[in-house]
């Protein structure tokens, strides 16, 4: 028994200097690569973004734990990741009708203190988490807010009519209920 508890807690001491030295090696790697390709890749704009970190974070752990993977094909794979993302945001940027393909709109919940049931079902936002962000944001009535919209983050953002404006700024938004 005492081997076999042994042998789980360490099961080789040549496995730890090799996690050293990958990690001591990798993790400044993984620094450079990212502040070479710049802020937008680790950013949560939106789930495609979202999956290429949870990507970095998985090609990482491979690197680091899998004796199979070399440490030039780890960083490698790091690179084409973070590549990959950035050719893809220069993509949007570029030519703006990959834009649907590759992310989606912001969408309006709530219009005028009216909450666009239909819209919160398809989204699968519930009444409750729309109050809660009303809330956040200080208002104490539904009927005091131009809008609530469902940012390509998953987050919500509550415009009070007191800040509404010229609405501007819902000029992307999409809003199914008019």
Do not use: H
Not at 77 to 105: D, G, H, I, T
Not at 107 to 132: A, K, N, P, W
Request: hydrophobic letters at 50%; a positive charge; aromatic letters at 4%.
């Amino acid at each position: 028994m005492t081997g076999y508890v042994t042998a789980m807690v360490l099961n080789n001491p040549a496995d730890l200097v090799r996690l050293l030295v990958i990690a001591v090696i990798v993790y400044p790697a993984l620094v450079v690569i990212l502040r070479v390709s710049g802020k937008r890749t680790l950013s949560k704009l939106n789930a495609f973004d979202f999956v290429v970190t949870v990507a970095l974070g998985s090609t990482l752990a491979t690197i680091l734990l899998s004796r199979d993977v070399s440490l030039v094909e780890g960083i490698l794979a790091l690179s084409l990741l973070v590549a990959l993302q950035y050719a893809v945001a220069l993509l949007a940027v570029r030519w703006p009708p990959s834009q649907r393909l590759l992310k989606a709109r912001p969408t309006i919940l709530l219009r005028d203190g009216q909450l666009r049931r239909e819209t919160l079902r398809r989204t699968r936002v519930t009444e409750s988490e729309i109050r809660q962000a009303a809330r956040s944001a200080g208002a104490g009535d539904l009927n005091d807010l131009a809008a609530v919209v469902l940012e390509t983050d998953g987050s919500l953002s509550v415009i009070t009519r007191g800040q509404f404006g010229d609405g501007s700024t819902l000029a992307d938004v999409r809003d199914e209920g008019r």
